[in-house]
């Protein structure tokens, strides 16, 4: 006889074997699972070591609380004063004297017959230079300004005095360099007991031609001890034009020098004699 298999699941036996089998598996897995969820284990930690005792540490200083800051106040802003410029100040100083002296000699320019447009005022001084002679034939001599000039009107004041002898006070104009040694046009007043005279020269080292061959006496000059007298003098290319007191003289013409420098001198034969230059002025013609 053959046995179903399916039978065998149906009997009574079966079961009961089948659920007891099912009892032991249940109860085997719930202490399998408890045995999971148990607490781990601890682990033993080593005893530490010995540290050492910190060294003692000083105890910070007390800082002490800042003050409060005070709100700084405004600055005002300071006030700009200009700073004076000493050297436009006396550019300035001198153009507005040189001004007021060209106004002041404009009179005299046109009774020469020039005007002030006509030139430039290029030197003046109204304080006085004084030269004295006391040796035999002596002269000193003293040049405004190291500038060669050509055409010009010079004018100045000229107040003189002699204890003795030939003597007199000189304009020298169309100097060279060399001074004394040089060429040179002169245009001298004189003086000799009674007899004041002028005239214009050429001198080249040694030696003077007088331009007029002679010597003017008039007594338009003064030659008092003391006596001040104006000369005056008008160069234009080859032509010399001579003014004392206000007095016109006479033109010459010489074309020995061209240019030069420009002096004032005193000269004599014998005693003291003095010349004093005063209320100069030299206008540079164009």
Known sequence: MKLDPRHLFRTPA???????????VLITGCNTAAAKTA????????????????????EPTATPEPTATPEPTATPEPTKTPTPNKT???????????????????????????????GSLFWFQDEAMTFVSKAYREENLDVLSLKKVKNFVLQTEVTWDSTAGFAGCAITFRL??????????MFPIMRLSGAPAFDLE????????????????????????????????????????????GKKYRSITSDKLDEGLIAFSSWQDSGTTT????????????
Request: hydrophobic content about 45%.
């Open 88 to 118: 436009k100040i006396a550019a300035a100083t001198a153009t507005q004297a040189a001004a007021d002296k060209l106004a002041a000699i404009a009179p005299d320019l046109e009774k020469m017959g020039f005007t002030p447009d006509q």
């Open 275 to 286: 010349c004093a230059f005063s209320n100069s002025w030299l206008f540079l013609l164009k």
């Open 14 to 24: 079966f079961q009961v074997l089948f659920v007891a089998l099912f009892v032991l």
């Open 202 to 245: 050429f001198q080249e080292y040694s030696e003077t031609v007088n331009l007029y061959n002679n010597v003017i006496f008039d007594k338009n000059i003064s030659d008092k001890a003391g006596a001040t007298n104006i000369l005056s003098l008008v160069v234009e290319g080859n032509k010399f034009t001579p003014y004392i007191n």
């Open 39 to 58: 607490a781990p284990t601890e682990v033993p930690t080593a005893a530490p070591t010995d540290t050492a005792a910190p060294t003692d540490t000083p």
């Open 176 to 185: 060279k360099p060399e001074l004394n040694e040089g060429s040179r046009y």
